[in-house]
C-alpha cells in the first residue's frame, strides 16, 4: 500500500542535552533526521515524506536536509507545543495530497529499517491500525523511595516504538475526536475506537533520548561501516 511519512521533529530534545534538538545533531557526518528521511525515501511505497519542526528550526532544518532533494520530500511546516499538536499540524499538511495511509514516526529514532515498515503497513486496514513494539524480557518491580513494592507481570506487556500506520482517513478523524494531547497516536487511536495491531519492532529502532543514545547509535554505524 502507498503511504505518506509523517516525521514529527518539533521538539526540543531536553533530556539529551547537546547544545541543539538531538534530531540535528551530526552522526558520522548526516545529521539524526537526514537518516531517517532516508530510511522512508527509500522504500518503494513511500510517496511523500512530510516534516514537521520547531518554529525556530528552520536553518537547522535546511543544513540537514541539504544533500536531499527529491521531489517526494514536502516543505516542513511548524509543529505545536505538544508532540499530539505537531502530528495534527503534519496530518494537515497531508490534506491535499490525502495518501491511502500515513507512518507516523519520530526523527529521534534514524534507525528504521525497510522490515519494519513492510509489518506496519501489512497490519494497517480500514478501522486498522499497526505500530511496532519489543515484549519486555526483565522481570519488573514497582518500587518508591527505591524501596520495592511489588511486583509486576510482564507477560503482555509490551515497549512501543514508532512508525505507527493508520489509514490517512482513520487518523485524521481520531485526532478531530480526541479530547487532549496523548503520548502517543495509538492512544489517540484507541480512543477513538480504532483496532490496533502490535507487529515485531526492532531493537536497533530505538528512540534517541538520553546523552548516551548518542554512543549507542556511533557504535551501530561503526558496525553498518565494519559489514560494508
Ligand atoms: N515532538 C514534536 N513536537 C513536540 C514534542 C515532540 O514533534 N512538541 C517530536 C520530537 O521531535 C521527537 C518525537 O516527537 O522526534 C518524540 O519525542 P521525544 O523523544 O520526547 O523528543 P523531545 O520532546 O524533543 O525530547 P525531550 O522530551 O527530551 O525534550
Ligand atoms: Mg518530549
Known amino acids: 500500500m502507498d503511504f505518506a511519512a509523517l516525521i514529527v521533529a518539533a521538539g526540543k530534545g531536553v533530556r539529551a542535552g547537546g547544545g541543539m534538538p538531538k534530531q540535528y545533531r551530526d552522526l558520522r557526518g548526516q545529521a539524526v533526521l537526514a537518516r531517517t528521511i532516508a530510511a522512508f525515501l527509500d522504500h518503494p511505497f513511500c ?22 532533494h527529491p521531489a517526494r520530500l514536502l516543505p516542513p511546516v511548524t509543529g505545536g507545543d ?16 490525502e ?10 529514532r534514524p534507525f528504521l529499517g525497510h522490515a519494519v515498515i ?12 499497526a505500530f511496532p513494539a519489543l515484549p519486555i524480557v526483565d522481570a519488573l518491580w514497582r518500587a518508591e523511595h527505591g524501596q520495592v513494592t511489588a511486583p509486576h507481570p510482564r507477560e503482555n506487556l509490551w515497549r512501543a516504538q514508532t512508525p505507527q500506520g493508520f489509514l490517512y482517513r482513520d487518523i485524521v478523524a481520531a485526532h ?17 475506537g480504532l483496532a ?33
Open 47 to 68: 510517496r511523500a515524506v512530510q516534516v514537521v519542526i520547531g518554529p525556530e528550526d528552520r536553518a537547522l532544518y535546511d543544513a540537514a536536509t541539504a544533500s536531499l
Open 82 to 97: 505538544t508532540r499530539s499538536a505537531s502530528v495534527r499540524r503534519g496530518l494537515a499538511a497531508l490534506s491535499t495530497m
Open 99 to 108: 495518501p491511502p495511509a500515513v507512518l507516523i514516526h519520530d526523527a529521534a
Open 118 to 129: 513492510d509489518r506496519v503497513l501489512g497490519g494497517i486496514g480500514p478501522g486498522h491500525a
Open 176 to 192: 478531530d475526536a480526541a479530547q487532549g494531547p496523548a503520548d502517543d497516536d495509538v492512544a489517540i487511536a484507541r480512543a477513538a
Open 196 to 228: 490496533v495491531s502490535v507487529v515485531l519492532g526492532d531493537g536497533n529502532n530505538f528512540k534517541i533520548t538520553l546523552p548516551q543514545d548518542f554512543d549507542r547509535a556511533e557504535r551501530l554505524l561503526r558496525e553498518e561501516m565494519d559489514i560494508r
